[in-house]
């Protein structure tokens, strides 16, 4: 209880308006998996450098692993906005895998929380503002692994 | 009310494959309307996955996932017939929930 | 620089050339399999399903003034039927003693049977920012029924004649200011702009590739695309003036191109770059 009224209070002095949602995340009530129950990361996604991001998960620099690939992810896309993604983690106790690319103004692009159960393998789509080193970072039994790839990003027909 | 989700589950073996295929503007905030003003970004933040009330799948997006979103997974423990639930949140507060039955 | 070292400079700039033109070839073969690639891991998820089931949604919603839906508009095979009537389109029809091609059908049916106005028909032709275009959904509806249908245009009415000789004699003219014409990118084989394959739209192999595709969901767009976009937008590349939707010259193109398409299955709506 003591934490809540902390939060608060904090929140009242400082003017600022937390949502009952945030004030119930942070004393612990919710559980995990309601949709919006965590707050969206936004330290996280609006990081330019691995490092900050790194920093935004609360993990150090990822060590670089080769069970986690790239599956049927191909190497030239025709179009930046969709940018087909495949990443499978063959790491026991995968608890999440995040896709990441380099050259976006924002690195991180999605994170996905792998619950016991569920493969660690995710395919996706994302956008990629120019050619770039594309990360899958997977985070495992609690340490950070990482493995990249370069897609080659192409402007088709008559630029358009 | 947002567009309905496109939700595929289907039973291989002992997992469950879900495609699924949401209708989204996921808008990065960067591009400019015909009079240069910036579009405010509008994109997905949440995503959550549940088959028999279980939590199968989570995730937290940025602008960078691609506009009408797709997502492909698998998972074990669920069967023919269950229901798949899936519930999007958007930075604007605007939700969507669609269900499917495993094939 | 001095002479030797320039010729020493000019030799070996022609040499990385040579390469550079053997490496390109080489990889040429390797990117055009890299992309098809990507073409079908795009495949399995196509957003214009999305577009689909809005235009079924539209299709028998009750609209307008005359608050009818779609469900006797009748697109050639029968007022309602919709399954494989794309793939018979363009076609005249009696009632309007026009040739028709789907969009324009479409427009005829919400302004005679909705009784929605023509300028409102045509207020959201094609989506964008901020805008969802009624046409584009529809159409997404009514061509993934002729999906796995045969291509089959038939020119036996002298008025279609007539439409497949203009759509024939627009495709070769050229004009505006770089003095394209359609056959400039679509009329011989083997042409490319950048990483992109033309079509020889002018031989049935090349037209039954193109024509079996469209509409499509255009990933470069955002958005689900019609042949009458495809062919506007084909026209503002060209520098030619703005092609005007449901002209005689646009129902013409496609009548010209559907009909070189005969004797494909149809397989869209599809995905496209």
């Known amino acids: ?160 | 009310m947002p567009d309905p989700m496109k939700i595929r589950a289907n039973q291989l073996g002992d997992a469950t494959e879900v495609k699924v295929l949401m209708s989204h503007e996921m808008e990065t905030g960067q591009r400019k309307d015909s009079q240069g003003k910036v579009i405010p970004a509008w994109f997905i933040q949440h995503v959550d996955v549940t088959c028999a009330g279980k939590t199968v799948l989570s995730a937290q997006w940025g602008t960078a996932v691609s506009k009408n979103p797709f997502l492909s997974f698998k998972f074990k423990g669920g069967q023919k017939g269950d229901k798949i639930v899936i519930t999007w949140t958007d930075n604007r507060g605007e939700k969507r929930t669609d269900e499917a039955t495993i094939a | 620089m001095n002479r030797s070292t320039l010729a020493a400079v000019a030799v070996a700039g022609a040499a990385l050339f040579a390469m550079a033109t053997i490496g390109a070839h080489a990889q040429g073969k390797d990117t055009a399999a890299e992309i098809e690639k990507y073409r079908q891991a795009l495949a399995d998820g196509n957003p214009a399903e999305l577009w689909e089931a809005r235009g079924e949604a539209m299709w028998k919603e009750a609209q307008g003034p005359k608050k009818a839906s779609f469900e006797k508009c009748d697109l050639g095979v029968g007022p309602g039927v919709v399954k494989g009537a794309y793939a018979h389109l363009p076609r005249y029809f009696a009632d309007t003693g026009s040739v028709m091609d789907l969009e324009t059908r479409l427009i005829h049916c919400m302004t005679t049977l909705q009784g929605i106005s023509e300028a409102d028909a045509h207020k959201t032709l094609f989506g964008g920012p901020g805008q969802r275009s009624n046409i584009e959904a529809l159409a997404a509806y009514v061509t993934a029924q002729s999906r796995g249908t045969v291509i089959d245009v038939s020119l036996a009415d002298p008025q279609m004649k007539k439409m497949y000789a203009m759509g024939e004699k627009i495709f070769f003219y050229r004009g505006g200011s770089h003095d394209f014409a359609c056959a400039t990118c679509h009329g011989e084989d083997n042409k490319r702009i950048r990483l992109q394959d033309l079509p020889d739209l002018t031989k049935k192999a090349g037209a039954q590739k193109a024509y079996a595709t469209w509409p499509a969901y255009r990933v470069s767009q955002g958005e689900l695309r019609t042949m009458q976009w495809r062919l506007n937008d084909c026209f503002r590349q060209q520098r030619f003036p703005d092609l005007v939707f449901g002209s005689p010259a646009s129902i013409a193109l496609t009548t010209y191109l559907a009909y070189n398409a005969n004797g494909a299955v149809y397989d869209g709506p599809a995905l496209k770059r």
Request: neutral net charge; charged residues 20%.
């Open chain 1, 1 to 160: 209880m003591a934490d809540i009224d902390q939060t608060r209070r904090k929140a009242l002095q400082q003017g600022a308006s937390l949502s009952l949602l945030t004030l119930l995340s942070a004393a612990g009530w919710l559980a995990p998996g309601i949709a919006g129950a965590e707050t969206w990361n936004k330290s996280a996604f609006d990081a330019h450098s691995m490092d900050e991001t790194m920093k935004a998960l609360n993990g150090s620099s990822p060590a670089p692993s080769k069970d986690v690939t790239f599956v049927a992810t191909p190497d030239i896309a025709e179009n930046g906005a969709v940018v087909p993604i495949s990443v499978v983690s063959a790491l026991p106790k995968t608890e999440s895998i995040a896709i990441l690319i380099e050259k976006n103004p924002n690195m991180l692009a999605a994170v996905f929380d792998i619950p016991q159960g569920t493969d660690p393998s995710i395919t996706t789509r994302v956008k990629m503002a120019q050619t770039s080193n594309v990360y899958a970072l997977v985070k495992a039994d609690g340490k950070f692994y990482v493995a990249s790839k370069e897609i080659k990003v192409t402007l088709g027909g008559c630029g358009g």
